[in-house]
């Protein structure tokens, strides 16, 4: 059973285009909100991160918006570069676990 | 600062064979987590350790174990390996954050 549900599967934009990434969680008991990056034939890297108290976080072109009665999270990628083409996981932690969602993969056509 | 190690990287098994994977966090880290990932269930959650103490389990079953030794380097084991257990593990190391982890490039296995 997923415990965070991510959409959509995969995404293409132009370059300069914005991208977006939904997440869904059900256990309140979540209390850090993560984003990972990652390449092919690498690790997941962490991109940015929120808790619960915060709508919104911005770092240069990366965005999360948090929505806590929703239990709603979403990552906004401004003017997407091709060196943004990756797989996104969403992720909730609770108590030194996380759980990922399924992940995106996005393309940015130059 | 060097990042997470893990060792093998790549390595190919044979069915009912036993596999150790080995995991060095970045200096300063106390807890450390291993992943499985695989395309079909994503990234799950195996065990966390901190402090030599395992304070966090997925579910999967006894096959899987790992430890964490007093430098906070780790190690995961997994027995009588079977195909489905072909997957990329990965580890990662975490100052205090939790959720904030960071990540090492893996260990490919190949069950044959």
């Known amino acids: 059973q997923q415990q965070v549900k991510q959409s959509p599967q995969s995404l293409i934009v132009q370059k300069g285009g914005i991208s977006i990434i939904n997440c869904a969680y059900e256990?309140?008991?979540?209390?850090?909100f993560p984003w990972y990056q990652q390449f092919p034939g690498k690790g997941p890297a962490l991109l940015i991160a929120?808790?619960?108290?915060?709508s919104e976080k911005k770092e240069g072109r990366f965005t999360i918006s948090f929505n806590k009665s929703a239990k709603q999270f979403s990552l906004h990628i401004m003017d997407s570069q091709p060196g943004d083409s990756a797989t996104y996981f969403c992720?909730?932690?609770?108590?030194?676990?996380?759980?990922f969602g399924a992940g995106t993969t996005v393309t940015v056509r130059a | 600062k060097a990042g997470v190690t893990q060792t093998p990287r790549y390595l190919i098994k044979t069915r009912g064979q036993q596999v150790t994977l080995s995991c060095s966090p970045i200096s300063g880290h106390r807890s450390v987590s291993w992943y499985q990932q695989t395309p079909g269930q994503g990234l799950q959650f195996l065990f966390e350790y901190f402090s030599e103490t395992q304070r966090n389990k997925g579910n999967f079953p006894g096959r899987f174990s790992g430890r964490q030794f007093s430098n906070s380097r780790s190690e995961m084991n997994v027995s009588t390996l079977e195909l489905g257990d072909s997957a990329l593990y990965l580890c990662a190391s975490s100052p205090r954050v939790s959720g904030e982890l960071f990540f090492g490039e893996g260990s490919r296995l190949t069950v044959l």
């Open positions: 256990n309140t008991a979540f209390d850090y």
């Open positions: 929120i808790r619960p108290d915060v």
């Open positions: 992720a909730a932690a609770n108590d030194y676990k996380l759980s």
